[in-house]
């Protein structure tokens, strides 16, 4: 008899020589979709704003242009002002649209933010009444009344310090209680103001002039975004 030779069929060498090649496109490929899943986070922020701010929406939409220009989208969010630098600053959101350069402020409580040092624009910030009336001239004008403001707001909490003041989630709630007398005064960006009072017929309601102030408004970004900022410079108008 002859011995038996036990042979394994041919495809199974072929299944052999064939799993090197396998390996190889299979890691490649498990290796492109790690690549891409980083790039398109690297190439999408969400940039947080005050609602009810119409000049803020306007500047946000300035950074979405600019931010393009360097191969980055971006969304825009509205939420309560101090609910944006408390997202930004732990990395909810990757930053806000703007803020005053209050360095100081922010290193203290926002130690995660960095600015963009260039101004996107300006606020053009007012005094709005209800049965008010008296000159509008410097901050101190503001200490005989009782002052509101949204919180995170820190432009007019700089300028308040020391006075008698109170804040609010936003505009309209402030609006609501200088509405009911519980407010003698709201300083708020005046577009900002006068679009509450169209939106929620706050009728009573007026801004004083002239403006109490104009602050140069900064972008903000989460420090894991701060290699961004160079490139960011070269094309902001």
């Excluded at 300035?62 to 393009?68: E, G, N, P, R, S």
């Excluded at 969304?75 to 930004?88: D, G, H, I, K, T």
């Excluded at 309601?205 to 160079?230: C, E, G, T």
Aim: with cysteine.
């Amino acid at each position: 008899m002859w011995p038996f030779v036990r042979s394994e069929p041919e495809v199974c060498h072929e299944e052999k020589r064939a799993s090197g090649p396998l390996l190889v496109v299979t890691v490649a490929l498990a290796a492109m979709v790690v690549i891409s899943q980083a790039t398109a986070q690297s190439t999408t922020m969400v940039l947080q704003y005050p609602e009810n701010s119409t000049d803020q929406l306007a500047a946000g939409k300035i950074l979405v242009q600019a931010y393009a220009k360097i191969g980055i989208t971006v969304s825009l969010v509205p939420v309560p002002s101090e609910r944006a630098l408390q997202n930004a600053n732990n990395g909810s959101c990757d930053g806000i649209v703007c803020n005053a350069a209050d360095l100081a402020i922010f290193a203290k409580n926002y130690p995660n933010l960095v600015m963009v040092d260039k101004p996107i624009y300006s606020i053009n910030a007012a005094v709005f009444v209800k049965d008010k009336v008296f000159e509008v001239k410097g901050w101190d004008c503001l200490k005989p009344y009782t002052i509101g403001y949204p919180l995170g707001n820190k432009w007019v909490q700089v300028n308040t310090q020391g006075m008698k003041t109170f804040q609010g989630e936003n505009a309209k709630s402030l609006f609501q209680m200088l509405d009911a007398g519980r407010l003698d005064v709201v300083v708020v960006p005046r577009a900002s103001g006068e679009k509450v009072i169209k939106d929620y017929g706050f009728a009573s309601i007026k801004a004083l002039s002239p403006d109490i102030a104009v602050i140069p408004m900064y972008h903000f970004v989460n420090k894991k975004h701060a290699d961004k900022i160079p490139a960011l410079l070269k094309v902001l108008p």
